[in-house]
């Protein structure tokens, strides 16, 4: 993380050279997250999508003549799925992250961008709400850090600026709880569609 950190930070010095455009902004929206279990397990299961929301931060720094630009973002976000086990009692489970995608991008036709990175997820809160009457449950703790990563497209509107990602893990997430024995492992994908809007800007 601290090696990424002093890249984006040298990055930002070569570019400020060469007359780069730096940007600072609020965006927020909303996600249609779905969690799945990386492996089948041994038990039954199903589990439905959950909408959530999103807010932040962000910054940008871009090169005018190539159109490319980094931009890293600081977002609270949620991931959320109803878990339903066999025909038992269906449970709801959620875990709040603070999100630090480092996005690299290229904008083209003045408005309209692509871009991908990766996003290193930092979970602050977990909500699993396994039955508290089957013994057949345990809670586990999911892991503190993870690494996802990011797709997106966006438009540049002014000082407004539309994104939609799409947002998955493939690794693990840790395990949220075991099920007679079985401990399965945790993945994520996530549709977003963040409005964000520019607050100021240096060196335009």
Same mark, same amino acid.
């Given at each position: 993380?601290?090696?990424?950190?002093?890249?984006?930070?040298?990055?930002?010095?070569?570019?400020?050279? #060469? *007359?780069?455009?730096?940007? @600072? !902004?609020?965006?927020?929206? %909303?996600?249609?997250?779905?969690?799945? =279990?990386?492996?089948? $397990?041994?038990?039954?299961?199903?589990?439905? #999508? *959950?909408?959530?929301?999103? @807010? !932040?931060?962000?910054?940008? %720094?871009?090169?005018?003549?190539?159109? =490319?630009?980094?931009? $890293?973002?600081?977002?609270?976000?949620?991931?959320?799925?109803?878990?339903?086990?066999?025909?038992?009692?269906?449970?709801?489970?959620?875990?709040?992250?603070?999100?630090?995608?480092?996005?690299?991008?290229?904008?083209?036709?003045?408005?309209?961008?692509?871009?991908?990175?990766?996003?290193?997820?930092?979970?602050?809160?977990?909500?699993?709400?396994?039955?508290?009457?089957?013994?057949?449950?345990?809670?586990?703790?999911?892991?503190?850090?993870?690494?996802?990563?990011?797709?997106?497209?966006?438009?540049?509107?002014?000082?407004?600026?539309?994104?939609?990602?799409?947002?998955?893990?493939?690794?693990?997430?840790?395990?949220?709880?075991?099920?007679?024995?079985?401990?399965?492992?945790?993945?994520?994908?996530?549709?977003?569609?963040?409005?964000?809007?520019?607050?100021?800007?240096?060196?335009?």
């Amino acid at each position: 993380m601290k090696k990424l950190f002093i890249f984006v930070v040298i990055c930002s010095l070569n570019i400020h050279a #060469s *007359n780069a455009q730096l940007e @600072f !902004g609020l965006k927020g929206g %909303l996600s249609g997250s779905k969690l799945n =279990l990386s492996e089948k $397990p041994s038990f039954e299961y199903s589990n439905e #999508s *959950n909408n959530t929301i999103n @807010f !932040g931060i962000y910054s940008r %720094l871009m090169i005018p003549v190539v159109g =490319l630009y980094i931009q $890293p973002e600081v977002i609270l976000n949620n991931r959320a799925s109803n878990f339903k086990v066999l025909n038992e009692k269906a449970f709801f489970h959620k875990a709040n992250y603070v999100d630090i995608p480092v996005l690299v991008g290229f904008r083209f036709l003045k408005i309209a961008r692509v871009y991908g990175g990766p996003n290193f997820q930092i979970l602050t809160k977990q909500l699993t709400e396994i039955p508290a009457d089957n013994p057949d449950y345990v809670k586990n703790e999911l892991s503190k850090r993870s690494t996802g990563y990011q797709l997106g497209v966006g438009a540049d509107l002014a000082r407004l600026r539309v994104d939609l990602k799409w947002d998955f893990n493939n690794a693990s997430m840790g395990s949220p709880f075991t099920y007679k024995g079985h401990t399965p492992e945790l993945t994520s994908r996530l549709i977003t569609l963040q409005i964000g809007f520019k607050l100021f800007s240096f060196f335009d």
